[in-house]
């Protein structure tokens, strides 16, 4: 997978700009859309925009994106298809919708940069690092809609148009500010690399963060090797080079 191909080239001299654009498509950057969802589902009553919400979610987790019928889904909702519409461009909007609700709420795009920032020595801040990621898995681990949902995310293909969709929408999250700001403090402090644009290697993470969970649905991971692994990844794309 492209993750951890990168994540080699990156320790090693023979990575090169050459590398940097085959990797990541750099002909076909990413970048937040701002077209999701419409302003108007926004703006819905609490009760109904939730039960769109439940609704969906469970049907992509049950059958995935491309087996989900997003008729059935405005069907089990009780609304019109033209309201439907009127809220969401088509299924992938909602999908990716649903999935960053989801992340959201269980606390998996959550990152607390106040306690890291007053650190300043190398070890203490990577351990801070290690117990945010700990504890920020821990919780989403807990909330199988969310595990079904990435599942099925990664069964698209790290390729597929909706996963760099799916990226490019999370780096508009205001969260996605709180995990720079963190990162930009270890590279005041020199525990972070600062010789590649940190968004990439952001989208590397979140790549490398679906196999995992993909490796986990199948039996190959238990949940403390998730934690730890990840973390390993982290620091390896991250830290900064001696």
Not at 2 to 30: Q, T, W
Not at 33 to 45: D, H, V, W
């Amino acid at each position: 997978m492209s993750a951890l191909y990168a994540a080699s080239c990156f320790n090693s001299k023979k990575f090169n700009g050459d590398h940097f654009s085959r990797i990541f498509n750099l002909d076909h950057p990413v970048g937040p859309s701002g077209l999701m969802p419409l302003a108007r589902f926004e703006s819905l009553e609490k009760s109904l925009k939730a039960r769109i919400l439940d609704v969906s979610k469970q049907e992509f987790a049950t059958h995935g994106y491309e087996g989900a019928s997003y008729n059935k889904i405005i069907q089990k909702i009780g609304i019109s298809k033209g309201s439907m519409y009127y809220y969401f461009e088509n299924k992938e909007d909602l999908f990716i919708t649903c999935i960053i609700n989801e992340a959201r709420s269980t606390g998996m795009t959550i990152f607390e940069p106040s306690g890291i920032s007053k650190v300043d020595d190398h070890e203490t801040y990577w351990n801070s690092i290690q117990d945010m990621f700990s504890k920020q898995w821990k919780d989403s681990l807990q909330h199988p809609h969310l595990m079904a949902l990435i599942h099925q995310v990664a069964s698209l293909g790290s390729e597929h148009h909706i996963v760099r969709k799916l990226n490019s929408e999370c780096e508009g999250l205001l969260e996605y500010n709180d995990l720079m700001a963190i990162l930009n403090h270890g590279v005041r402090i020199g525990a972070i690399r600062s010789d590649v644009p940190h968004d990439v290697l952001i989208r590397m993470s979140t790549e490398y963060k679906i196999w995992l969970i993909q490796e986990m649905h199948d039996q190959r991971l238990d949940e403390n090797q998730v934690i730890t692994q990840f973390f390993e990844m982290f620091k390896q794309l991250f830290e900064a080079r001696r």
